[in-house]
């Protein structure tokens, strides 16, 4: 029996799963796939690059999928907003920033609309603009976030905003146990990041690919370590998961060390090489717990949608 909730009616998919927008990571071939699969899949517009988005959206081919940008970067260079826009995306999804202005505009373009919030105070703001979907994103999550568990915040938001706007529960769901779990919480689907970037069609690297399958989720952390390392200017409230390694075992705890040591630093970190991730930041989530293989997005999408549906058919068992 198919998974029907409030997200799949809106977005008109059949199967509640989102492939979140990793920058870098969720190019058109894996936006492509995950819709494909009945799924909806999101390019990550990430910082907000007009020549890569346009490339994603060719590379997506005649699949509907939708696109995510970081928001307080692409607001200081919003054209890439119109140029997505006139793609005529599935989704237009903002995070980590106040995105009024993006929501109003794909609104009147006729997009839906979804944000990303990490606490109740977020929540409320989204609710405000209008938006089709809030994703509510755990401190468990891969990549850029804050500091909140998703097991008490997410029916905290679902009781905020009332039954109106969807919410998609976001942060270390890589199987059907964390899809049904979720939709019992209050959600009507799932984004994944981590679950996806380990996929055959995610972009980045073998090497990459493969330290995430040998990884697991106690050796994540959150830091800011290496966007003061790579100079990228987040605000100040937000961490990002990535997995441990020795520049972050030298300088996670000495943060005021790093600065005064930046040149140096930064220059060793340019120089390693790109697969050397004892040094590079390799961004993935506690959910690489249950990430055991690289497999194709389609694959996934099918897998974990039949495990939930497994899991809700033996559900009244629980009742005697
Ligand atoms: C490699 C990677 C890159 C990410 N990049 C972005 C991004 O550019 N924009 C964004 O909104 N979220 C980004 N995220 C966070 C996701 O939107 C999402 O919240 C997260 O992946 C969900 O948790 P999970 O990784 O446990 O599935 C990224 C996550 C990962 C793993």
């Given at each position: 029996m198919p998974i029907e909730t409030a997200f799949t009616r809106k977005f008109d998919v059949k199967v509640p799963i989102v492939s979140a927008p990793m920058d870098l990571v969720s190019g058109g071939a894996l936006a492509a796939a995950v819709s494909g699969a009945g799924g909806l899949g999101l390019i990550g517009g990430g910082y907000g690059k007009a020549n890569w988005v346009d490339a994603q959206f060719r590379e997506a081919g005649a699949q509907r999928v939708g696109i995510g940008f970081i928001t307080w970067s692409v607001q200081r260079d919003p054209g890439v907003i119109d140029i997505a826009l006139g793609h005529k995306p599935a989704a237009m999804m903002v995070s980590f920033g106040d995105g009024e202005d993006i929501v109003a505009k794909a609104k009147a373009a006729g997009v839906a609309t979804m944000w990303q919030v990490q606490r109740l105070e977020q929540a409320a703001q989204a609710a405000e603009a209008g938006v089709d979907c809030i994703v509510v994103q755990g401190q468990e999550a891969g990549g850029h976030g804050m500091d909140r568990g998703l097991v008490s915040l997410l029916p905290s938001v679902r009781?905020?905003?009332?039954?109106?706007?969807?919410?998609?529960?976001?942060?270390?769901?890589?199987?059907?146990?964390?899809?049904?779990?979720?939709?019992?919480?209050?959600?009507?689907?799932?984004?994944?990041?981590?679950?996806?970037?380990?996929?055959?069609e995610a972009l980045g690297s073998e090497a990459a690919k493969a330290r995430l399958v040998s990884t697991k989720g106690d050796e994540t952390v959150r830091s800011k370590v290496f966007d003061v390392l790579r100079d990228v200017d987040w605000p100040q409230n937000y961490t990002g998961r990535i997995v441990q390694n020795d520049v972050l075992r030298r300088w996670h705890g000495d943060l005021g060390g790093l600065s005064q040591n930046l040149s140096a630093e930064r220059a060793r970190y340019l120089a390693s090489d790109e697969d050397d991730y004892s040094t590079r930041v390799l961004i993935a989530g506690e959910a690489l717990d249950l990430v055991g293989s690289i497999e194709p997005a389609g694959d996934i999408v099918r897998r974990i949608e039949a495990e939930a549906q497994d899991i809700l058919a033996r559900a009244p068992g629980f009742l005697r």
């Open positions: 009781d905020l905003v009332g039954k109106d706007t969807a919410l998609l529960a976001a942060g270390g769901i890589a199987d059907g146990r964390g899809l049904a779990a979720a939709l019992m919480l209050g959600a009507d689907g799932v984004m994944l990041g981590t679950r996806f970037w380990a996929s055959a």
